[in-house]
Every structure is written in C-alpha cells, then in structure tokens.
C-alpha cells in the first residue's frame, strides 16, 4: 500500500489532499501539532476510505527536531504535501518583528527544511512526489501582502531548486500555486468567487500534479494569466500602484 | 457576504462563519441575539432564503466528519456537515443507501433533517427523519442536548429550519440494497384522472413519481409519465451487472458555465420540449433496469443548473394538497398555469403518506412541485396557485420558498402559530432566525 504524508494535517487543504489520497487507496500519515486533537479526521479518512492513518506530532517551526521527525516516518512516505502555512494582516507583520518573523519561518524555513529532509531520504530511495503548497503571492511582492509573499517567493525559489536537483534521481518535485482559497486562513474575507478555489478543488490539483508529474500548476488557470501581468508591469509603474 | 439560495433569490448580506467543530459552533452560538440572529447553513441546495440569516450565517459544511458505522444494523452517526453523496460513495460499495433521499445528493444531513426532505417514497416509508435515530442539537446556551424520536425538542426540529438550535451530529439509518440500480416502470398517463389512479394502484411500489406535462390542456391535462422503481435484486440484473453489482458506468458531469439569457424558456421552448418527452416517455414506457444515480438524481449530473434560469433566478413552488381534495385542486391548478401560458417544464406530482412529526411539510395526499424563471408573470401565478392551495386545504414546503407572506403561511398552516409561540416561549426566536424565518414570522 503506498502513503501520503500531509505536513499541516489540520489546515483545510492539507485535510482536502488528505482525502483525496485516501480516496486513491493511500494509507495517510496526518501530520500536524497537537495531532491527538485529529482523531477525529482520522476515525472519518478511515471509515470512509478503509485506510489507515497515523496522527503525527509536527512542528515545522522547531527546526531542530525535523530530522528525527523525518527520520521515525514509518514508512517512508510515497508522496509528502506540505500545506503548512499561516497569514498575518500585513500591517501587524509590519509592526511585529516578531509576528514578521512567524510568517517569514512558517511559510518558508518550515516547509522548506522539512521538504529537504524529505528529498534526501526520496533522492537516495529513489523514488517519490514532493509537493508544496505556495502561493501566487509570491510572484511578485506587493504593499498589501509583502511579508508573507516574500516567504513564499522564498518557498517557490526552493522548490524550484529542489526539482531541479532532484530531475534525474527518480524524485518529483511540483509547485502549488493556489490563489485565493476559502478556507479558515480567508475566512471573514470578501472573495471573488471566479478566483477563488475550494481546498478540495486545490487538492484535485495536488492529486493530479503527482498523478501527472506536473511542476508548476495554478488551481485556477485564469491565476497564470494574472501574474503574468502583474510579474510584466514594469517597476516605475507598479511602485506607485495599489494592487 | 453575500448569501443565496438554489433558486438565487433572495440575496441576503450575512456574516458568514464556518463551523469546524463544536466550538466553532458554541462561539458563533454566544454571540447571537436580538441585532444578530444566527441560522445553520448546509450545502444551500433550499431555494430561497432559509439558510442565510442578516445575522450570522453558520455554514456547517467543513464539520463534515463521519464518526462511527454499524454494519450489523446500517446506523452510521456522523456530523451535520456530511453529504448524502458522501454517504453513498462510502457505503454503497458496502450494500448501504440512504432510507430517504431528495433530488439532490448535495444536501448535508443538518439540512436534511432541518427540512425533514422526503423523496419518491415518502408514501411507502416516510421521510427523512423517520430514519433518525437521534441528533446532537445546540441550543443558543452553547449546550448539546442529544435528542431522539421520544423529545419534543427532536419533533420540532425535523422541518423546523433550523430554528431550534444548530444539528450537530446525527445517527441515520441507511437500508441494505442488493444492487447499483433500480428497477423501472414507467407508465404514460393521459390525463389527471389516470396518473392519479396510477399512483393508488402503485402503492407498494417504494418509489413512485410522476413527470406530470402543465402545459397540457383539454382531454390530455394532467397526462404524466409515472415512473415506478426498486431497488433491483441480483436476480433482476444482468450477468456484467451482477459480478460488479454496487458499480455502474462512469458518467461525466456537465456544467452550466454561466447564466442563461431569460428568455430562453418560454411557452414555446417549455411546450415544445414538454411535447417532446412526453412523446418519448411514451414510447419508452416499460420496465428498465437504471443505475442509482440517473434515477434519483437526473439534475446533479448538470452542475449549476439553477443558472440555465438566468440570473433573475428561478422559483420553486411545491405544495401538498390533502388526499380528498387533490383531484379538484390539481385540476384547478393546471387550469391556472396553463391559462398564464408560464412554462414549467420541471414539474414533479407525488403522492405523500402521512405527516409525521410537528411542523413537517408532508402530509396524506398529492404534492406538486414546479419551478419557473422568476419574473411577474410568474409570481402572479404564484399569487393563484396560493388562492387554490388555501381552498383546498393544502400548504407548504418551507425549503421550496422564497416568496411566501406570513398571512398565507399561517392561512394555510395553523402548525406555524404553534411553532412560532414553543420558540418564544423558549427563548429561541432571539437567537435563531434566517431571512426566511424573519420574512415569514416564525
């Protein structure tokens, strides 16, 4: 039986991608702090799909401990899906060093030091699907949303690195750049509906990104088209814009 | 944010918040009151404005976990925010179905007991709740009562709405089936007269509904097509079906990617196409083997398909007429739509069984259901088809409405004043109320 590991178990994607997998016959490990509290998300992916799930205690701030984390996974993993992440307003991130600092480590140095354990256990395997949930606000750093768009610019540009390393060693490594999501991150936000996916639309196009070896994939397609334009406008107009 | 119904109208401005759990619940519970009313909110398949408060709008989708399920007896206890098409997808493979389904797979089972829905064998089983065996419901102190057929509190709660506290978790009885697919009979009527001798003579069929033709007139008004069915045995399958008896073909789904111009049904599209399969019902008619989902759920295969009725909206007009007054009354209706020359070409009659519990919507005898684009003409005929309804004695689906005053309710349905005094008396009325309840006086 193969297995999926969810870092970020709780979040609304990271339980959508849970299901997904599940569906395909995975046995998943739901990974997430205070894993105890999920039993029961793991009573409903089993009862529903008849697989099994083991609830993982996992912090992706706590750096020092990833490796032992990555080291006791049991199995090693087929496929990881990395849905960890957090959203301050931008103005206390800009006010809070330290709320900058949370956003800056929980959605880059988290994921991507967990993800690159992950690759060198995959890479000297041989085989497996990495995969990262990031953001089109990385695409390019705007006043509403620099801080945490920065740390997944930081996120994408790793994950980049990664499937370009990994290319010829067996391992895959896809992109997710979601958009807006209505989940609990988005909740209270007025939300264009036409832009914005389901996080069981975004964990469709996580299941096909492993599926179908895909690298680079925006849930909404109509996304690519707008941060074409936005990566386009050159730096003397768009410092002055309000987007 | 704004909030609507199947039938997108009304739209109604809310505080939307999603319930992951009981706390989620309780939190959004102890703010509500007076200026902020709170109502429950499934998976929006009611037409109008039930399950959207000027409140707070508690949407219960993402509380959606199944907890427990015994294969010995089919209870499967889950939360509110679990689909009807989760439980199919999970537990039909197993030999399980729902009891009690509607013409939707997407609706929550919050919102399935909140409008107690019934389906095409309300007169041989009853309706939803009947399969109930208790609710986890909370009351606006943030307390969990957990409440079975015996409470009076469960009594008013199936078809309440929602107006008596938010359904947390439920225990369902599902039925074990042999097969996929049901098996079919459809017998073309030509007049009112004969599909109603149709549905009395089919009453042990468990699932009995008819297509019923409003624009037609004269000596052919009320002609129908009536389709009979079963959940089909082993030995009614084929030998391919049998060896895989829970699977049946993979469909696509289509969708309706964007609002229709309002003009496109009009009588003449709706009376053309209406001819037309009648036509080739007719020539159909007979037994058939269908899998589960064409036959009781022909419209989820079309996403969006509200949006085929432009962005007016449509409206759905469902009532029950009591059993000796039906033949006069559906005659008088039928009469009265097709003097508006108002297409509707998604007309459904069914024969019910008796009330059960306080304030549900069925009762012994016939309901139609129709939906129409909404425009004035076809509101005025609403306003006629009220003055029949109340003549004879029939009322109202509470789920189905968006257009409904407080004096035709109450007219139609002394149960609503009795209702309306338990939540008064209570302490209910403060804390929940959506649109529909505020609009209605409930």
Redesign the interface.
Known sequence: MKTALILGGRS?IGLAAAHRFAAEGYAIQLAARNSATLE??K??LE???KIEVQLLDYDALDTAVLRGFVDALQPLPDVAICAVGTMETQADAEADPLLAELTIRSNFEGPAQTLGLLANAFASRGSGTLIGVSSVAGDRGRATNYIYGSAKAGFTAYLSGLRNRLAGQGVHVATILPGFVDT?MT??M?LPGKLTASPEEVAEAIWKAHEKRRNVVYVKPIWRVIMAIIRNIPEQVFKRMKI | MIVEGWGRFPRTRTTLRHARGEDDARRAVAQSGLINPLIARGNGRAYGDSAASPGTTLAMRRMGRMIAFDATTGLLEAEAGVLLADVIAAFLPRGWFPAVTPGTKFVTLGGAIAADVHGKNHHHDGSFCDFVDWIDLMGPDGEVQRLGPNSPLFQWTRGGMGLTGVILRAAIRLIPVESAWIRQRVVATGSLAETMACFEESLDAPYSVAWIDCLATGAQRGRSLVMLGEHATRDMLGPEQRARPYEIPRKGTKTVPFSAPGVSLNRYSVGAFNALYYARGKAGAGTSLVDWDSYFYPLDAILHWNRIYGRKGLIQYQTVLPLDRSEAGLTAMLDAIAASGQGAFLSVLKRMGPQGGNISFPMEGYTLAMDFPRSANALALCDRLDKITLDHGGRYYLAKDSRLTPNTLRAADPRMGAFHDMRAREGLTPHLASAQSQRLQL
């Open positions: 609304d029961g998300d009573a409903d009862l529903r799909h609990k909740e209270g007025e």
